[in-house]
C-alpha cells in the first residue's frame, strides 16, 4: 500500500525541478547526472543530506522485508491472540515506509508543489503511526487482563479512523491558508504547523497511556510487549518534545536561520521511523511469529504439583470370559460358607481363632501372577485346599 504511494510520490517530486536552471555546477559528490533540486541527496558538502538518505533507505529496506516475512508466514500463527497483532503491525511499517519517503521531501529544494506535500502528509503518517501503537496497546491491554482481544481487521479499521481524522484537519488547513487566503504554501507560521499537530500529540499521550495500563494485568506473557509499547511511547515523547523545542525557539535562541527547520524534520522523520522499527516493530513480529511452546510432561519430582492420576487396572476387561466364573469350577457355593464360617483353627500361640470368611477358600491369584500369566486368570492347582490366614 504504501510502496506504489512512495513511487507516485517520487515521481511527482521529480516534476519540481522543470523551474531550475540546469547551468549552473554541480556540487561536489553530484557529477554531471543529477541538477537542482535534487542536489542535497548527494552534496557531500551538506552531510547530513546523504546521512538521512542512507538512515530512511535502511529503515524503508527493512520495513519492506519484515511486510514479507510477515505475509509468508502469516499461514503459520494460529494462536487468534497473535493473529489479531499483525494487521495493525502491517499498517505501522507501510506507515514508517511513508515516512522514510517523506524524508526525501525534506532533502529538495523548496517548491509550492513540494510545500503542500510536506504539509499534508507530515501530520498524517505520524498520526497512522500513533494510531497504530494506540491499537496495539488496546490489544495487550485486554490480553493481559485475559480477555479476548479485538479482531485484526476491527483494530487496523480504528487505527485507520484516527488517522483520518489528522488528515482533515491537514486537509482544512490548507485550503483556509492556500485557496482562500491566497496564500503560498512554504510561507506559514512555526506555530502554525506546530498547532495543526496538536491531535497527533494526543495520539501520543494515548498510546503511552494504554501501554502503562497494559502493565497492569493477570496474563504476565502479555506484559513484555507492552514494556517495549512503553518504551517506544516514551522515546516518541522525548523525540517531540526535543523537536518542538528546537523548532519553535532553538533556532531564535541559538541565533540559527529558518534553512536549519529541513534539516531538523528529516532528521525526525528518519529518527521516529527507526524509533518505531527497532522498539515496537521487531519485538512485535518475533511475539508473533514464535511458535506456542509444545505441552511437557508432568514433572514427578516437582512436590508442589498434584501426583499425576494413574489409570486404575481394571483386570475384569483383559479376562476372558471363560475364566472369569472360577467360582463354578472350584466346586463352591454360598451354602457351603456356613460351614466355613463355624468351623475354628487351632493356633500354638494365640488359642483358638475363628476361621477365614468364605473367600479364603476360592483359589484368588494375586496381580503379579496375572501379569506372568499373560492377564488370564490362572486355574487353582491340584493340591489347593483353601488360602490359609492363620
Not at 510477515?70 to 500463527?77: G, P
Not at 516493530?281 to 498434584?306: I, K, M, N, W
Amino acid at each position: 500500500m504504501a510502496f506504489p504511494s512512495m513511487i507516485f510520490g517520487l515521481l511527482l517530486l521529480s516534476l519540481v525541478g522543470g523551474g531550475f536552471s540546469e547551468d549552473e555546477a554541480s556540487p561536489r559528490g553530484c557529477g554531471s547526472f543529477l541538477k537542482r533540486p535534487f542536489t542535497a541527496l548527494c552534496d557531500l558538502d551538506a552531510v547530513w543530506g546523504v546521512a538521512a538518505e542512507a538512515a530512511a533507505g535502511g529503515a524503508a529496506l527493512a520495513s519492506l522485508v519484515m511486510v514479507l516475512v510477515l505475509l509468508c508466514r502469516l499461514r503459520r500463527i494460529a494462536e487468534p491472540e497473535k493473529r489479531s497483532g499483525v494487521a495493525p503491525l502491517l499498517l505501522l511499517l507501510a506507515a514508517i515506509v511513508g515516512l522514510c519517503a517523506l524524508s526525501f521531501a525534506y532533502l529538495i529544494e523548496l517548491d509550492e508543489r513540494l510545500c503542500i506535500i510536506r504539509r499534508s502528509l507530515w501530520g498524517a503518517l505520524f498520526a497512522m503511526c500513533f494510531a497504530c501503537l494506540v491499537t496495539q496497546g488496546v490489544r495487550l491491554r485486554r490480553l493481559v487482563r485475559g480477555a479476548r482481544s479485538p479482531g485484526g481487521c476491527a483494530l487496523a479499521g480504528l487505527a485507520v479512523g484516527l488517522a483520518t481524522v489528522q488528515g482533515i484537519i491537514a486537509a482544512e488547513w490548507i485550503l483556509l491558508t492556500v485557496v482562500r487566503q491566497g496564500q503560498q504554501a512554504c510561507q506559514y507560521q512555526p506555530l502554525d504547523f506546530a498547532l495543526a499537530c496538536t491531535y497527533v500529540l494526543v495520539l501520543l499521550v494515548a498510546s503511552l497511556v494504554a501501554a502503562a495500563c497494559g502493565l497492569c494485568g493477570e496474563q504476565s506473557q502479555w506484559k513484555c510487549n507492552a514494556a517495549w509499547l512503553l518504551a517506544t511511547c516514551i522515546a516518541s515523547v522525548l523525540l517531540w518534545a526535543a523537536w518542538l523545542i528546537f523548532y519553535l525557539y532553538g533556532n531564535v535562541a541559538l541565533g540559527l536561520s529558518s534553512t536549519w527547520d529541513d534539516p531538523a524534520q528529516a532528521v525526525v522523520l528518519v529518527a521516529q521511523a527507526w524509533l518505531l522499527l527497532l522498539l515496537h516493530a521487531v519485538p512485535e513480529a518475533h511475539a508473533c511469529l514464535r511458535p506456542a511452546p509444545q505441552p511437557s510432561g508432568p514433572d514427578y519430582f516437582d512436590t508442589s504439583q498434584a501426583p499425576p492420576r494413574l489409570r486404575e487396572a481394571s483386570f475384569d476387561e483383559d479376562i476372558p470370559l471363560s475364566h472369569r466364573q472360577f467360582g463354578e469350577n472350584q466346586g463352591f457355593s454360598f451354602e457351603d460358607s456356613n460351614t466355613a464360617r463355624s468351623g475354628s483353627q487351632r493356633n500354638g500361640n494365640t488359642g483358638t481363632r475363628p476361621s477365614a470368611p468364605f473367600r479364603s477358600n476360592v483359589y484368588q491369584p494375586t496381580e503379579m501372577t496375572m501379569i506372568l500369566n499373560g492377564g488370564a486368570v490362572p486355574s487353582a492347582p491340584p493340591t489347593y485346599t483353601g488360602r490359609q490366614l492363620w
